[in-house]
């Protein structure tokens, strides 16, 4: 058993915690680490640690006492164990050991609800509890992340330091990430990709969101592709140049790049291409989920964000489908031959679909903050996203302009730039939704995201019918377009319907 003192501990020795733990040694930090199985502590110290620069600060412990006790006070323990109840039972077994001011930092994708309620609890133990949402995978837990921590200030200024130095970093002016010299020399400078964001849940939750966005952001890169595939014939590696090409535009991210890699990528076990050999049924953990039964607690209308997660339900239906395919008629595919045309079309669509998920996923923040009383800043949200999460892109440092511009902007699509962006690209979107439809290819995310940009854009909707409606057979009442706003009506409707039903 070691003696030596260090800076942090960290619980949870898989890819995330592996890799975080060996981001933190390569700041300069003594760090403890702890797994539940021993044998992947002894596995990770032994063999993953061999070739690393920063080996010897990461010092293994078998038992939760001399762990914690290793640690210097106020001690701050990272968790990053599997969502859900293995959060709660690593946190009960720590508790005998903690004392009054240390600090537990859940940095796993945990429900933000859950984040709330243990805030409570451990405070109520004199333990101070971060929500830390982390982004970026195992590449971003090694090299940078982007973190979004949250609980009170006082405990954030304890853990500010070393999360400042093992985020991404990205230029302060531009918002482009910035990369390391090298693995174990890190970025010194530029913008840290982490900022406190609140009180109690608000990182967890903002987390979330990034992941809802996430989901239709992919869902959207699916869609260009799977119509460049079925309208235009286009063979795997060409789609992807497509995309490498659309790398070095407005839309440029990471999603996108690696999508350009992913279709480029050849069969190791066969000819063609892999991605026409991966089983089309979607997986998924939850945090989509979550994301869209959240918007319709709060009456958010984060329809495009909803409908990823459907079509990830309805990939995972494959077997059905199947079957459905050999019944169910629809149209024949009919190639389109003007190629460019298409392409460009295609490209409108996802650019605008993609700020209209935004778009979504900033406004159900925004109704978040009101509902649990939080106080957000929506530029600096953009700028934690820039580097080293899966959602970074150059699109979201317009975000932050935006809010630069305009902090109480209502919705991203009032912006200026992105207002331009819509209203150019909405012709191409309109052609390649028409397309779709009419040759009977599925694009649930970019007509989702369209019938958000219609509704949103339309002065008047038929929720006065709707508004009828309601009030005829449930006294539910309406507002009068030629009376002030918030004066109430209801008027005797026919009795037809319900001398219908006594019959
Ligand atoms: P997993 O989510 O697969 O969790 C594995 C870890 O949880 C292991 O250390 C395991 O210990 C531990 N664990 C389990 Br399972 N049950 C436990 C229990 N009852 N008590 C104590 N420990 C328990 O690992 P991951 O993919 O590295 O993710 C870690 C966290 O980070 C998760 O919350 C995840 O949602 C979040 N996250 C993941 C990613 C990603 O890209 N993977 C990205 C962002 C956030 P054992 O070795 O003894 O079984």
Not at 7 to 23: F, K, R, S, T
Request: proline share 4%.
């Amino acid at each position: 058993m070691s003696t030596k003192t260090t800076d942090i501990g960290l619980v949870g020795l898989a890819v995330m915690g592996q890799n975080l733990a060996l981001n933190i040694a390569d700041h300069g930090y003594n760090i403890a680490v702890y797994n539940r199985n021993p044998e992947k502590m002894r596995d990770f110290i032994a063999q993953n640690l061999a070739n690393e620069p920063s080996h010897e600060r990461v010092i293994g412990f078998e038992d939760l006492a001399s762990f914690v006790l290793s640690i210097k006070r106020p001690r701050k323990i990272v968790l990053l164990v599997k969502a859900g109840s293995a959060t709660d039972v690593t946190i009960n077994a720590l508790l005998p050991f903690l004392e009054q001011g240390d600090i537990i930092i859940d940095g796993g994708n945990a429900l933000w609800t859950d984040t709330i309620r243990r805030e409570k609890e451990l405070s109520a133990k004199g333990i101070d509890f971060i929500g830390s949402g982390v982004s970026g995978g195992e590449t971003g837990a090694r090299f940078g992340p982007s973190l979004m921590p949250s609980g009170t200030r006082k405990a954030w200024a304890s853990l500010e330091p070393i999360w400042r130095d093992i985020a991404a970093k990205v230029d302060a002016k531009t918002g482009e990430p910035l990369e390391g010299a090298a693995p174990g020399k890190p970025v010194v400078g530029g913008f840290s990709c982490t900022e406190y964001i609140g009180p109690d849940g608000a990182g967890h939750y903002v987390k979330m969101v990034h992941n809802g966005i996430e989901y239709i952001d992919m869902q959207l890169i699916c869609e260009a592709y799977w119509l460049m595939k079925n309208l235009l014939g286009m063979p795997a590696d060409e789609i992807g140049a497509v995309f490498k090409e659309w790398n070095k535009t407005e839309l440029s991210s990471f999603l996108i790049e690696i999508t350009g890699d992913i279709l480029q990528q050849k069969d190791p076990a066969g000819d063609g291409f892999l991605v026409d050999k991966i089983l089309d049924t979607a997986g998924q953990k939850g945090t989509g989920q979550w994301t869209a039964a959240n918007a319709l607690e709060l009456g958010a209308p984060a329809n495009a964000i909803a409908a990823a997660v459907y079509a990830r339900a309805l990939s995972s239906l494959k077997e059905e489908r199947v079957d459905a395919s050999k019944i169910l008629q629809g149209p024949v595919i009919k190639h389109e031959t003007d190629k460019k045309a298409i392409i460009e079309a295609i490209k409108n669509a996802l650019y605008c679909s993609k700020i209209c998920a935004y778009a979504q996923g900033f406004q159900l923040i925004d109704k978040a903050q009101v509902a649990y009383n939080w106080k957000l800043n929506f530029g600096e949200l953009a700028q934690i996203w820039r580097g080293g999460c899966i959602i970074r892109a150059r699109f979201l440092q317009k975000i932050t302009d935006a809010y630069a511009l305009n902090s109480r902007l209502k919705n991203l699509m009032l912006d200026p730039y992105f207002t331009n962006a819509m209203n150019e690209g909405q012709a191409g979107w309109r052609k390649v939704i028409a397309l779709a439809v009419t040759n009977g290819i599925p694009a649930q995310g970019f007509s989702a995201a369209l019938a958000y940009y219609d509704g949103y854009r339309s002065a008047s909707l038929p929720a006065n019918l709707l508004q009828g409606q309601r009030d005829y057979f449930g006294a539910h009442t309406y507002e009068r377009t030629d009376k002030p706003r918030g004066e109430f009506f209801h008027v005797d409707w026919p009795e037809f319907p319900r001398k219908q039903l006594e019959i």
